[in-house]
């Protein structure tokens, strides 16, 4: 028989984890951070299920713990690329383009709001008032984090098609 907590979060993990790891991978661009980030995750979610489960949708809880994550590991990430810069080469662009898209590569460049809208909205294919659910900012906040991503990416682009044209 299972304990209280545990009663339907098999279910749950099972309904929820490709799509959070999608998400992760799409934030991070590494396959094994993101299973890393969908994984503490829904550890997180298991820990707290007896309060999570409890919830209107408690996908949307998961995919916030999954969007903080990434976020935190890209800010970490930042902080040792700027050490490193101070006491080394970085990495060549030809190692980070051969690792990941140039388009995944301009939407990881976009600020952290930005890059979780996206994502959620384009990848997950969350609502504004779902992804506004998991940012936690006003309806208007996500559709102004959108239009400000699209606008960056498609300058991004044109300047990428412009330069291999």
Known sequence: M????E????????????????????????????????????????RDWHRVRRLDRPDLWVRRV?????????RR???EQR???????APSA????????Y?????RALPAQQRAAVVLRYVDDLSVAEIAIVLKVADGTV?????????????MLSEEVEIDG
Do not use: Y
């Not at 050490?83 to 080469?89: E, V």
């Open 103 to 107: 388009l995944w590569g301009a939407v």
């Open 7 to 46: 009663e339907g979060f098999d279910e749950f993990f099972r309904a929820n984890h490709s799509a959070l790891l999608g998400c992760s991978l799409a934030i991070v661009g590494q396959v094994e951070l993101a299973r890393e980030i969908a994984q503490e995750s829904m550890l997180r979610c298991f």
């Open 77 to 79: 990430f930042g902080r």
């Open 83 to 89: 050490r490193m810069a101070r006491h080394g080469p």
């Open 66 to 74: 999954a969007v903080n994550l990434a976020i935190d590991d890209r």
């Open 94 to 101: 030809e190692a980070v383009t051969a690792e990941m898209s």
């Open 2 to 5: 299972l304990e209280p907590v």
């Open 143 to 155: 559709k102004s984090s959108l239009s400000r991503a699209r606008t960056t990416l498609s300058k």
